[in-house]
T-cell receptor, first 113, second 116 residues
């Protein structure tokens, strides 16, 4: 079975400052990795995904994440956040040969002016 | 185009009652997933359909939960004898096909179920 740990439940950050959201996973098989964002009263939206290849993955809205196999991590970063980035962010894994997503507990990002 | 829609958006029911939650996937998507998100937690997988059949129902917590997708499009999640612990947001997602590298799951806004 797979599991995902998001180390920070809440991250307050000032506008235009950088942010990093940490994600660690465990799995005995190859996995694909995902970051989703959930704005208030909306569904989950895919930010980016890692399937294979380059370990640095760029996504929408200026986000990027780096896959580190040795540390089993997939941390999400943005160099300069906006007020509109206030949301909850979920890291998820899926077995490469599977279908269902396993999510972490989420990190709530609050961007302050 | 239209995304995944879920109805109702909110449902309040009394303990012991039966509820049905509906999901309308993106047109043409053959795979459909149900997840449950309890307060303060990430979504947890319940069941997924490929076409009309339930390909994996390993996440259903007990036999009070059941889901159908009779025509391979709309799906209904059914909960019998609801309990307060069933209170959560129920999320539906669909993808063009199941598995594979590029088949992104698109999520609906969810149904918030409250059992009093």
């Amino acid at each position: 079975a797979q599991s995902v740990t998001q180390l920070d439940s809440q991250v307050p950050v000032f506008e235009e400052a950088p942010v990093e959201l940490r994600c660690n996973y465990s799995s005995s098989v190859s996995v694909y990795l995902f970051w989703y964002v959930q704005y208030p009263n909306q569904g989950l939206q895919l930010l980016l995904k890692y399937l294979s290849g380059s370990t640095l993955v760029k996504g929408i809205n200026g986000f990027e994440a780096e896959f580190n196999k040795s540390q089993t991590s997939f941390h999400l970063r943005k160099p300069s956040v906006h007020i509109s980035d206030t949301a909850e962010y979920f890291c998820a894994v899926r077995k490469a040969a599977g279908n269902k997503l396993t999510f972490g507990g989420g990190t709530r990002v609050l961007v302050k002016p | 185009g239209a995304g995944v829609s879920q109805t109702p958006s909110n449902k309040v029911t009394e303990k012991g009652k039966y509820v049905e939650l509906r999901c309308d996937p993106i047109s043409g998507h053959t795979a459909l997933y149900w997840y449950r998100q309890s307060l303060g937690q990430g979504p947890e997988f319940l069941i997924y359909f490929q076409g009309t059949g339930a390909a994996d129902d390993s996440g259903l917590p007990n036999d009070r939960f059941f889901a159908v997708r009779p025509e391979g499009s709309v799906s209904t999640l059914k909960i019998q004898r609801t309990e307060r612990g069933d209170s959560a947001v129920y999320l539906c997602a669909s993808s063009l096909m199941a598995g594979g590298d590029s088949y992104e799951q698109y999520f609906g806004p969810g149904t918030r179920l409250t059992v009093t």
